[in-house]
């Protein structure tokens, strides 16, 4: 199980903070991390609630965790798309005559995926909208983050993303580095996500953490992207505007390449 070590305090999932902005506790980013990977979230950092609403039903879970990620002002129709899902496997419960375990709970997946898919609802709409553009995100940022060394070998990459997504990336590049020490500085949010050894991560405020504020230079690695992006270009099929759709403008200020 991935763990995540902070000086902060765990909290309820996906709390909202006083200024109306979303509050993403220690547990809330484990539970981000863990989710994108292949070890599974640790039922133990979830509230009740959430709890049954994952037991229920992955999916409907995760639609959830990507829109309260995506940071966009909908905690009401959040909110209300959990009730319904939750709802859908409570009328399962109260309408069935006498069946096995096994019987019921498959009834009420069935009910809850039914729930957490219908379009025709407002709210389901707005949640899985949400979700499927952090989810979208998550995946250009695999591809779009430039790693550089510092001094002291430390592959560096940094973004402004739309969303709440940075956590979201550990178990890619925990894989894609091995037992390589890297950073991801989210230069909009001012957070930082590290990643020294084993299993442990830490994310922080950069700002209270200034170690790495300062952008690695290093001439030979540029000109190695660069060089790596001229052999793979194909000049004869240059499409600029489907370049455009797949890596977006507002990416363009950490590529490279570009």
């Known amino acids: 199980m991935y763990s995540i070590f902070m000086n902060g305090k765990q909290g309820e999932l996906f709390e909202e903070a006083e200024n109306g902005k979303k509050d993403f506790s220690d547990a809330d980013i484990a539970v981000i991390a863990a989710l994108h990977s292949d070890a599974g979230v ?17 999916n409907a879970f995760c639609a959830i965790t990507h829109a309260t990620m995506s940071e966009f002002p909908i905690t009401a129709e959040i909110a209300r798309f959990e009730q319904k899902v939750l709802a859908a496997a409570d009328s399962v419960i109260n309408a069935s005559a006498p069946v096995t375990r096994g019987k019921l709970q498959a009834a009420q997946r069935q009910a809850v995926n039914a729930a ?20 979208h995100e998550i995946h250009r940022l695999m591809g779009l983050l430039r790693f550089c060394p510092n001094e002291d070998g430390v592959y560096i990459a940094r973004c402004e993303p739309d969303h709440f997504v940075v956590p979201a990336l550990w178990p890619h590049f925990r894989k894609r580095f091995g037992e390589t020490a890297w950073v991801i500085i989210d230069e ?21 953490n200034p170690t790495f504020l300062k952008s690695p230079s290093n001439g030979e690695w540029d ?34 390449e570009v």
Do not use: H
Request: glycine share 4%; with cysteine.
């Open 223 to 256: 000109n190695l992207w660069r060089l790596y992006y001229k052999t793979i270009n194909n000049e004869s099929r240059n499409n600029p505007g489907l370049q455009r759709r797949f890596m977006p403008a507002r990416y363009w200020k950490y590529l490279t």
């Open 188 to 208: 909009k949010r001012r957070f930082c996500l590290r990643y020294t050894t084993g299993e442990l991560f830490e994310f922080f405020n950069i700002d209270k």
């Open 42 to 58: 640790n039922l133990s950092l979830l509230p009740p609630q959430s709890r049954r609403l994952y037991e229920l039903s992955i």
């Open 116 to 135: 957490a898919t219908d379009r025709g609802d407002s709210d389901v709409c707005t949640v899985l909208e949400a979700a499927y553009k952090v989810w």
